[in-house]
T-cell receptor
């Protein structure tokens, strides 16, 4: 079946603008994760959803970042008043459950804030 | 908190050479351990995993053994190919921490013909 998909694949925006990044998980996967990968580093955890609720948002760097998953499937990561330091690849992953289940990653959205 | 430390790169090898990429971890619970690979221009792909002590994960000629006593999960391959050139990430996922993954910083492998 289809894997995790993310749109857009690339996003260029200006400092101060608002952006939305979308993630379509594997069908039936209840757990959904967002990560951020800066150049030369490994992915860093942002937020985890189990179903519709954000079970752990401890990785969100500040209140400019917000994510939703209203129907327990597609998720949107929202960044307000973007800053140049937000430039990174934003990765989404889904799994059949939490804990020891394998996470399947999407191709990522490359965000560039000018 | 949880952390993963990988050997620093980049690593450059000749084709058919033996590969080892070291990985050690710190975790509060009993994690599952993973190696992911990221080929140029592509997303993260799971390479192999192990869920308990002494388990050996293997795939595409790569192997890694979960060593609880040394908190390590070193990646090995007996004979690398040019097509193995990629960035390799060691990661852990801890059930006691909502299953979120903690990654190392990655090791870039270049294999020359």
């Amino acid at each position: 079946g289809a894997g995790v998909s993310q749109t857009p694949s690339n996003k260029v925006t200006e400092k101060g603008k608002y952006v939305e990044l979308r993630c379509d998980p594997i069908s039936g996967h209840t757990a959904l994760y967002w990560y951020r990968q800066s150049l030369g580093q490994g992915p860093e955890f942002l937020i985890y959803f189990q179903g519709t609720g954000a079970a752990d948002d401890s990785g969100l760097p500040n209140d400019r970042f917000f994510a939703v998953r209203p129907e327990g499937s597609v998720s949107t990561l929202k960044i307000q008043r973007t800053e140049r330091g937000d430039s990174a690849v934003y990765l989404c992953a889904s799994s059949a459950g939490q804990g020891r289940e394998t996470q399947y990653f999407g191709p990522g959205t490359r965000l560039l804030v000018l | 908190g949880d952390s993963v430390t990988q050997m620093e790169g980049p690593v450059t090898l000749s084709e058919e050479a033996f590969l080892t990429i070291n990985c050690t971890y710190t975790a509060t619970g009993y994690p599952s351990l993973f190696w992911y690979v990221q080929y140029p221009g592509e997303g993260l792909q799971l390479l192999l995993k192990a869920t308990k002590a002494d388990d050996k994960g293997s795939n595409k000629g790569f192997e890694a053994t979960y060593r609880k006593e040394t908190t390590s999960f070193h990646l090995e391959k007996g004979s690398v190919q040019v097509s193995d050139s990629a960035v390799y990430f060691c990661a852990l996922s801890d059930f006691t921490n909502a299953g979120k993954s903690t990654f190392g910083d990655g090791t870039t492998l270049t294999v020359k013909p």
